[in-house]
């Protein structure tokens, strides 16, 4: 899945007006090792735009190294990070090097930084101010020799003001800021987007060549785009792999279907829904949009993660 995403992207599609200033400020900042904090709703390519800029930073031809902060247990964390010592704990039968060790003359990106718990992010805070870290179990101090790039589809400002992100460690990241803009700012780019995409999974799929009719083209442009150039991409997979002959049309695209927050309002009234069944419609409707990460959907919901699961599970909605 990964190594797909990566391919499919060996283009980089930025011909709209936003795109093309980011990547002005993109080509100041590349050859400095400043702390780059990418930023944007999710699925606008912010993985995308990093591994761009180390391509185009003096560490180019170092390894980039990237680590998913949602998916680091606690306890793992300074073990991935730093490596350990053989004998340092039960499981370390022999000595191993952390991913930090392994981005040396490199780049390490940090993905999903709002999801970092406050201990890791006191220990990464402790990392940018030294530099230098150990081996868990081990003496000898470290140099971190990575350019560090951060990601975040949250708004860390607001994590900040409510205490959930440490202020001290969001100042040490806040240093250049890249705004990756939502799909639906950057019209131009859709339709490039959709052609490189269909071209991709043409060729992945062993497809016939396939061109996409004027009403399908106007249906892309029109759409909102929730889930920004991932959405778009798994629709222009999803139209490969189902349309018959050379055309993708409209009806081949699969668009427009989970209803708009509005509209569900307006039919539950008409329809005579129940709280119990607005709120369950509207649960589902963000878990869509979150694509499913509970603790995103919680946050947009005002709610706690576990009272989060306690509803999906009353409501039978699956996960
Ligand atoms: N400008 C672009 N040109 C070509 N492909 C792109 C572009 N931007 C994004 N993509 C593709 O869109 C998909 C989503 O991008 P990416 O994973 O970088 O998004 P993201 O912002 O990191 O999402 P998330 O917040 O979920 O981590 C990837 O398959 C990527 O290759
Ligand atoms: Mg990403």
């Known amino acids: 899945m990964k190594q797909q995403e990566q391919a499919a992207g060996e283009v980089l599609v930025a ?88 981005a040396a003359g490199g780049t390490v990106l940090f993905d999903g930084l709002g999801e970092l718990a406050p201990t890791q992010q006191a220990k990464l805070l402790r990392l940018l101010q030294e530099r230098c870290f150990e081996r868990l179990g081990g003496h000898e101090s470290i140099p971190l020799n990575a350019r560090v790039l951060v990601t975040s589809a949250e708004d860390l400002e607001q994590a900040v003001e409510q205490g959930r992100f440490r202020r001290d460690l969001f100042y040490r990241l806040d240093v250049v800021r890249l705004e990756v803009p939502p799909l639906r700012e950057r019209a131009d780019d859709i339709d490039r987007l959709a052609t490189v995409f269909l071209r991709h999974y043409r060729k992945l799929y062993g497809k016939p060549m396939k061109v996409f009719t004027a009403d399908a083209r106007g249906l892309l442009r029109r759409h909102r785009w929730p889930g920004n150039v991932r959405e778009l991409r ?86």
């Open 15 to 102: 011909g709209s007006p936003a795109m093309r200033r980011l990547l002005e400020t993109l080509d100041k900042v590349a050859s400095s090792d400043a702390v780059v904090r990418i930023c944007g709703e999710s699925g606008t390519g912010k993985g995308y735009i990093a591994r761009h800029l180390h391509q185009r930073s003096a560490r180019a031809a170092g390894p980039f190294v990237e680590i998913a902060c949602a998916n680091l247990p606690e306890n793992l964390f300074e073990s991935e990070l730093f490596g350990y010592e053989k004998g340092s704990h039960t499981d370390a039968s022999e000595t191993r090097r952390g991913r930090l060790e392994e």
């Open 234 to 319: 798994n629709v222009v997979e999803h139209a490969v792999l189902t349309s018959e002959g050379r055309e993708v049309d409209a009806p081949d695209l699969r668009l427009g279907r989970p209803p708009a927050i509005p509209q569900l309002l307006e039919d539950g009234a008409r329809q005579g829904m129940s709280l119990a069944e607005v709120e369950a419609a509207y649960i589902r409707r963000v878990l869509l949009e979150t694509r499913g990460n509970y603790t995103r959907a919680a946050r947009v919901l005002g709610i706690s993660r576990k009272t989060l699961l306690q509803k999906r599970r009353r409501y039978g909605i699956p996960d």
